[in-house]
Every structure is written in C-alpha cells, then in structure tokens.
C-alpha cells in the first residue's frame, strides 16, 4: 500500500454516519462498495446535496489529486485498489477528540500527533457525554472535526457495542 509503483487492495469498514473529510490522493483510487451504502462527493468542501450514492456493488473512480469525501449512510465496508502509494491527504487540518486528549489527523488513514493548537469550536461534546441520537443512545468515544468545513462530528458507543457517526446538532444530552 505505501510502496510506490506496487498494486494494493484495502478493505475500510465505516460506521453508520461516518463522513470523511474533504481529501486527496497522489494515485488514481477505484472504490468497490462491498456492503453497506456509501456516497461520494467531488470538491474540497463538504457538501452532503452534492453526494452520489453508490449501492452494493458500485464501483467508483476518484482521480489522482482530484479532491473528494464520502459519506457511509449505514455500516459499510469499501474496498480500494490502485497503484501504491495510498496515501491520504486532508484538504484541510483535521483534528481528532480521544480519551487521551486532542490531536492533529496529516492523514484520515492513521493515527494523529499531538497538538498545541486547538480550535476553539471544534469540540462542544467530551469524551464520555451520554447522548440520544436518531440511531439510539450511547457515549461519545471520539470525534472528528475540519474547521475549514466548519464540521464535526462524533463517535458515539451504544450500550450494546454498535458505533455510529453524529454531528451535535443531532445528538441531545442525556442525564
């Protein structure tokens, strides 16, 4: 996958709700929706009326450099192939809430570095906070935030284990 020149195949499972931020990549990206039901947006701004849903089974082409985000409506599992590298490159700085504090996302597909800087808007919600969301309640276990979109959105954990994506406006405080 990070060898340049060499053919990869990733799999990348996504909760329900998920959206991943506004992004590009160095090589041409071929998405297959194994399960589940994804979109795909063009552009370096979030715009969800700007989404094309792909069903099991789509395929889809994303360009080399062409900047784009996608959007699980449900649990979904994509597979990528292409030429490697696969490398993920935020269009934007993304930052990321976790128990252990906020960090800085150079890239959606590993793990973030800490961080000094800070956007004041980008977390309203702790780690912890008992939420009641459209798809049931739980706990926030994480988050994501791009100030540039103005987006962020959170990972909540059901008491039965199952995660899903929300943004605050659509999560209420629980006691």
Known sequence: MDKPGQPFVIRIHHDAGYLVLPHTHPQDEYITVLTGSWALGMGSRVNMAGLVPMEQGALGLVPQKMAHFGYAKVETMLQVHGIGPFVNQPIDPVFELTAKG??????????????????????????????????????????????????????????????????????????
């Open 102 to 175: 906020v960090l800085a996302k150079p890239s959606l597909l590993k793990p973030g570095v800490p961080t000094s800087s800070i956007p004041p808007d980008c977390f309203r919600l702790n780690v912890g906070a008992h939420l009641q969301g459209e798809r049931g309640e739980g706990i926030v276990v994480g988050a994501l935030c791009s100030p540039a979109n103005q987006f962020t959105q959170y990972w909540i954990r059901k008491p039965n284990g199952e995660r899903f994506w929300a943004t605050a406006k659509d999560l209420k405080p629980l006691p």
